[in-house]
């Protein structure tokens, strides 16, 4: 049997914290480790305990969740620590800036327990969790916000072909859908993907959403 993913549950709330804890702990490839109710805190617990991974709240006391996810996870860091964020979308104007700290992707607060579980297997196995209508309501909402930063070398190392898959991931576009945009199979989409990640160095589509927009290759 293979070991269970380790994960720290940040969240001021202490219900939530606690229903989240019970959730998690029930199955049987999930453990939690550490529980704690501010961002301070989850850095130190995640440096200490060193977790699969952390399910983050954004709004905490002490340090907020943006913050604590930029020492965990953000440029720079190590060995950054894989973060799932955990939030009220419609009332948090911080998704993005989270996203852009490191995060591998976000929830709902009141996202069914299914979804969490979902979520906490994704981002463990390294994938990201941004369904791709949500991309589209976060980038979108956020869009204006993001000053295109200075092209760099890596940009002109992308193909036209890759170059026109990352625009469509930045859409927020699935695989199947830029699959049958482009005429290509899904397997030859994955393969743009990964080029894409590799070349421009990025973690998961998560980050490569933020690049697009910082480079202004979508609007």
């Known amino acids: 049997m293979s070991t269970p993913v380790r994960v720290l549950v940040a969240d001021d709330q202490a219900l939530i914290r606690t229903g989240f804890a019970t959730i998690i702990d029930a199955q049987p490839d999930l453990e939690v480790v550490g529980e704690c109710g501010d961002g301070r805190a989850a850095v130190d617990l995640a440096r200490r305990l060193?977790?699969?991974?952390?399910?983050?709240?954004?709004?905490?006391p002490v340090l907020d969740g943006i913050e604590a996810t930029?020492?965990?996870?953000?440029?720079?860091?190590?060995?950054p620590v894989k973060v799932l964020v955990v939030t009220?979308?419609?009332l948090d104007e911080y998704v993005y800036e989270a996203l852009r700290a490191g995060a591998s992707g976000f929830l709902l607060k009141d996202a069914p327990p299914a979804q969490l579980l979902h979520g906490i297997r994704t981002v463990a196995a390294g994938a990201a969790l941004l369904a791709p209508e949500v991309t589209r309501q976060l980038v979108g909402r956020y869009a204006?916000?993001?000053?295109?930063?200075?092209s760099t070398p890596a940009d002109n190392a992308l193909t036209p072909r890759e170059m026109e898959v990352l625009r469509?991931?930045?859409?927020?576009?699935s695989n199947s859908e830029i699959a049958a945009t482009l005429v290509l199979s899904q397997e030859t989409v994955k393969t743009y993907v990964s080029r894409i990640l590799t070349k421009l160095d990025l973690r998961d589509r998560v980050q490569a959403v933020v690049y697009a927009y910082r480079r202004g290759l979508v609007t």
């Open 50 to 60: 060193v977790p699969d991974m952390v399910v983050m709240d954004v709004r905490m």
């Open 70 to 79: 930029r020492l965990l996870a953000g440029a720079g860091v190590a060995d």
């Open 88 to 90: 009220t979308f419609n």
């Open 144 to 150: 204006a916000r993001i000053r295109p930063a200075e």
């Open 168 to 173: 469509l991931i930045a859409d927020g576009l």
